[in-house]
Every structure is written in structure tokens, then in C-alpha cells.
């Protein structure tokens, strides 16, 4: 079965730190992958989302990026974060139409 | 771009009774309707979806309906219970990533 991994759970950043935040998925080939951002209280944003190794769609502009060097792996970055970085980050895939949600990175920047 | 509106943004509901959460999009290419469910700093989890060529679908106490005209696809909850209080997502693509609403917290008071 499919199954999808990310970490860390939690991280405490302080603003102006790099960010690396990893998600890799197992049980399926050339998955869709997405990096959705969600505010305290808020909906699901989509940051990133890549149809294949080497292919990044961005839908926010801002100081994140995300890459796919592997076909079951996506990470998001950040040279230097700002305060306004914090939020729940969540990794998903999808093949077809159905997407499974990793567990989340709960991310303070302070 | 696919724009999702969502309501209420929250409902209360005495258990037992029956809660309605409605949205509507704006990409009448758009044929696939997920409904997520967000517990308290958990990932959301798919609860039910239904595709264009459905009108309604139906999972024990949990259905949706989808109106292609109107643009519009609702979810139903009969019988609520204290479990059935979290944060419900609905969203919607078609050949682009899922887009969200911004969600609606439900409380069932026992």
C-alpha cells in the first residue's frame, strides 16, 4: 500500500534561518506531488506541486522553493525565513484525482 | 484561476441532528469534488468525494450532492455525533491541482 512520509513534525525556527523540510512517498511510481501551506485557522494554501522529477510548478511567489530530485521525493526550502513563514506545511500526493495528506510540519519562525 | 467559496464558516448542530455545508466553484471545467475532514492538528483525511458524472453520492451517514449548472456541490451529515466535530474542507479541480475552501468548523454539542 501507499504510504507517505514527512518530516519533522515540529520545528522552532529563528527568522533569517535556511529550512529544509522532506516528504517521500512509497507504494506508487511518478506520483503528483504537492506542498500545501495552512495558517492558524485558516485553509489549505498550495505552494508547490510537481508532475515529475525535475518539474516545479510554483503558485505563490515568495522566499520558498521546493525540488524533486527523486521520483518519490519533495522538498521544500527557505534561504532565510521570516516570521510570516509559520504555519502548518503539509506534503501530498496524488495519481488521478485522489490526494493523501502527510502528517505535517508545524513550523514557528521567531 | 478555480475559485472555491465555502459556507458557513462554522455550524453548530445538536447531536443527533443534521449538518449541511455548502460550496460553490467557478471552473466549469472542473470535475472532480473531494470533501476532507480535519481533526484538531491532524491531517485532513478524505472523507467522501463525487465526480461530474454524479449527481449524488452516498456513504452511511455522509452524502454529497453536486449540481454542474449551478456550479455548487453540497455535504450532508445525518445523525451527528461529538466525532463528527473537526474542521471539513471541501475543494475542487480539473486538470489543475486541487483548490480549497477555506473550510468550515463544525461543532456537535452533545
Known amino acids: 500500500s501507499q504510504t507517505i512520509h514527512q518530516w519533522p513534525a515540529t520545528l522552532v525556527q529563528p527568522v533569517g534561518s535556511p529550512l529544509s523540510l522532506e516528504c517521500t512517498v512509497e507504494g506508487t511510481s511518478n506520483p503528483n506531488l504537492y506542498w500545501y501551506r495552512q495558517a492558524a485557522g485558516r485553509g489549505l494554501q498550495l505552494l508547490f506541486y510537481s508532475v515529475g522529477i525535475g518539474q516545479i510548478s510554483s503558485e505563490v511567489p515568495q522566499n520558498l522553493s521546493a525540488s524533486r530530485p527523486q521520483d518519490r521525493q519533495f522538498i521544500l526550502s527557505s534561504k532565510k525565513l521570516l516570521l510570516s513563514d509559520s504555519g502548518f506545511y503539509l506534503c501530498?500526493?496524488?495519481?488521478?484525482?485522489?490526494?493523501?495528506f502527510g502528517s505535517g510540519t508545524r513550523l514557528t519562525v521567531v | 484561476g478555480e475559485n472555491v467559496e465555502q459556507h458557513p464558516s462554522t455550524l453548530s448542530v445538536q447531536e443527533g441532528d443534521s449538518a449541511v455545508i455548502k460550496c460553490t466553484y467557478s471552473?466549469?471545467?472542473?470535475?472532480?469534488f473531494p470533501w476532507y475532514k480535519q481533526e484538531l492538528g491532524k491531517r485532513p483525511q478524505l472523507i467522501i468525494d463525487i465526480r461530474s458524472n454524479v449527481g449524488e453520492k452516498k456513504d452511511q451517514r455522509i452524502a454529497v450532492t453536486l449540481n454542474k449548472t449551478a456550479k455548487h456541490f453540497s455535504l450532508h451529515i445525518t445523525e451527528t455525533q461529538p466525532e463528527d466535530s473537526a474542521v471539513y474542507f471541501c475543494?475542487?479541480?480539473?486538470?489543475?491541482?486541487?483548490?480549497f475552501g477555506k473550510g468550515t468548523r463544525l461543532s456537535v454539542i452533545a
Open positions: 475543494a475542487s479541480s480539473g486538470n489543475t491541482p486541487l483548490v
Open positions: 471552473d466549469s471545467a472542473s470535475n472532480y
Open positions: 501530498a500526493w496524488s495519481v488521478l484525482h485522489a490526494y493523501t
